[in-house]
């Protein structure tokens, strides 16, 4: 069985520093790893995804997440912090030869003036 | 490239009532999944319709059903509706197996009083 583990339900940083979110997973396989933003009223939006390639993956809107194999982690970065980065972000993983999507509980950011 | 559409937005419904909830597909995908994330929690997979078939099916009693038509468009139909109910529906459209990536879209608040 897969599961996911976000292991802060709240961070809050300062405009311009860094973010990181953290992201520990439970596979029986090489799963398929992604990353979700969700604003207030709005769907899920893909920022990026870790498919077996490169084990640093850079997404959109600055966001990069390495993966760790040894660790079981996927964590999430981005150098500076900007206002619009406020919002709820999914850890998600999928089984290899499946196509059901297991969602962490989610992270909330706060982003300070 | 068209997005997904969920209808209605809000809903409020009494508990025993039924609900169809309706989802779009993006153009060039063929699969439709639906989840549900209730307050405070991430999405949970509910099922999946390929070729206007269910062919998975997460956690959710019978009551929950659905449909897609061969536009791909896709239905989530509700019985019986418990106050547990209450939550964001969301779909997302993908290709078989979501090799290309899943769209998500903006969900339904579904109410029950």
């Known amino acids: 069985a897969q599961s996911v583990t976000q292991l802060d339900s709240h961070v809050s940083v300062s405009e311009g520093t860094p973010v990181l979110l953290r992201c520990n997973y439970s596979?029986?396989?090489?799963?398929?790893l992604f990353w979700y933003v969700q604003h207030p009223n709005k769907g899920l939006q893909l920022l990026l995804k870790?498919?077996?390639?490169?084990?640093l993956v850079k997404g959109i809107n600055g966001f990069e997440a390495e993966f760790k194999k040894s660790e079981t982690s996927f964590h999430l970065t981005k150098p500076s912090a900007h206002m619009s980065d406020a919002a709820e972000y999914f850890c998600?993983?999928?089984?290899?030869?499946?196509?059901?999507?297991?969602f962490g509980a989610g992270t909330t950011v706060t982003v300070r003036a | 490239e068209t997005g997904v559409t969920q209808s209605p937005t809000h809903l409020i419904k009494t508990r025993g009532q039924q609900v169809t909830l309706r989802c779009s597909s993006q153009s060039g995908h063929n699969t439709v999944s639906w989840y549900q994330q209730a307050l405070g929690q991430g999405p949970q997979f509910i099922f999946q319709?390929?070729?206007?078939?269910?062919?998975g099916r997460g956690n959710f009693p019978p009551r929950f059903s659905g449909l897609q038509f061969p536009n791909y468009s896709s239905e989530l139909n509700v019985n019986a509706l418990e106050l547990d109910d209450s939550a964001l529906y969301l779909c997302a459209s993908s290709d078989y197996r979501g090799v290309s990536g899943y769209t998500f879209g903006s969900g339904t608040r579904l109410t029950v009083v």
């Open positions: 870790y498919t077996s390639a490169a084990t």
């Open positions: 596979s029986s396989y090489s799963p398929s």
């Open positions: 319709y390929y070729r206007e078939e269910e062919n």
């Open positions: 998600v993983v999928r089984p290899p030869n499946d196509y059901k999507l297991s």
